[in-house]
């Protein structure tokens, strides 16, 4: 059975400081890796996603991709009040016919 | 505007009633998914499509049926069978290798 683990948070970062959310996941075939965000009572959106080891930078939002170690993460700098959010890790893999595997979301809450 | 559309937002079955869920789609995309999402839960799968006249079942299909006569739609059934159908509904499409689009979502609620 293929995984993606997050914690489930929630976590707590001031404004304006960087929110650091992490996914790990089972499947060493896995080849591309997606966050979501989802605010509470809304549908999830695709923010970022990511298919090579290392970083990957859009605006204030890095993902960070570590195949050896089969951790993603994500990161967000300057964080704002409007992305307390939950976050959703996912991850695409050949075994899973290409489905998309999502992990649980981590609650993140930026406190003004 | 292409995008995925869902209805109603909201929902309510009586007891013992079968629910039609519509999910309508104008990206081109081939593969389509249903999703169930209860309070502080993650998303669990129900059916998915990948081409026309064919689908899948996930992880909860019991209770649910689907159909896929269209390239464009995948609606899914909440039927009788199903005892605990108080959920969020999210239908998804994607092009093949490429993230998930979702719809706004079908919030169903047994009365």
């Given at each position: 059975?293929?995984e993606v683990?997050q914690n489930?948070?929630?976590l707590s970062v001031?404004e304006?400081?960087?929110a650091?959310?992490n996914?790990?996941?089972?499947?060493r075939?896995s080849?591309s890796?997606f966050w979501?965000?989802q605010?509470?009572?809304?549908s999830?959106e695709?923010i970022?996603?990511?298919?090579?080891n290392?970083?990957?930078?859009?605006?204030?939002?890095?993902?960070q991709?570590?195949?050896?170690?089969q951790?993603?993460s994500l990161?967000i700098?300057d964080?704002?009040?409007?992305?307390?959010a939950?976050?959703l890790c996912?991850?695409r893999?050949?075994d899973?016919?290409?489905?998309?595997?999502?992990?649980?979301?981590?609650?993140l809450?930026i406190?003004p | 505007d292409g995008g995925?559309?869902?209805s109603?937002k909201?929902?309510?079955r009586k007891?013992?009633?079968n629910v039609?869920?519509s999910?309508?789609?104008n990206?081109?995309h081939?593969?389509?998914?249903?999703?169930?999402?209860d309070?502080g839960q993650?998303?669990?799968?129900i059916?998915?499509?990948?081409i026309?006249n064919?689908?899948q079942k996930?992880?909860?299909a019991?209770g649910?049926?689907?159909s896929?006569?269209?390239?464009?739609s995948f609606?899914?059934?909440?039927?009788?069978?199903?005892k605990n159908p108080?959920a969020?509904?999210?239908?998804?499409?994607?092009?093949?290798?490429?993230g998930?689009?979702?719809?706004s979502?079908?919030?169903?609620?047994?009365?």
């Amino acid at each position: 059975q293929k995984e993606v683990e997050q914690n489930s948070g929630p976590l707590s970062v001031p404004e304006g400081a960087i929110a650091s959310l992490n996914c790990t996941y089972s499947d060493r075939g896995s080849q591309s890796f997606f966050w979501y965000r989802q605010y509470s009572g809304k549908s999830p959106e695709l923010i970022m996603f990511i298919y090579s080891n290392g970083d990957k930078e859009d605006g204030r939002f890095t993902a960070q991709l570590n195949k050896a170690s089969q951790y993603v993460s994500l990161l967000i700098r300057d964080s704002q009040p409007s992305d307390s959010a939950t976050y959703l890790c996912a991850d695409r893999s050949k075994d899973s016919n290409y489905q998309l595997i999502w992990g649980a979301g981590t609650k993140l809450i930026i406190k003004p | 505007d292409g995008g995925i559309t869902q209805s109603p937002k909201y929902l309510f079955r009586k007891e013992g009633q079968n629910v039609t869920l519509s999910c309508e789609q104008n990206l081109n995309h081939d593969a389509m998914y249903w999703y169930r999402q209860d309070p502080g839960q993650g998303l669990r799968l129900i059916y998915y499509s990948q081409i026309v006249n064919d689908f899948q079942k996930g992880d909860i299909a019991e209770g649910y049926s689907v159909s896929r006569e269209k390239k464009e739609s995948f609606p899914l059934t909440v039927t009788s069978a199903q005892k605990n159908p108080t959920a969020f509904y999210l239908c998804a499409s994607s092009r093949t290798g490429l993230g998930y689009t979702f719809g706004s979502g079908t919030r169903l609620t047994v009365v």
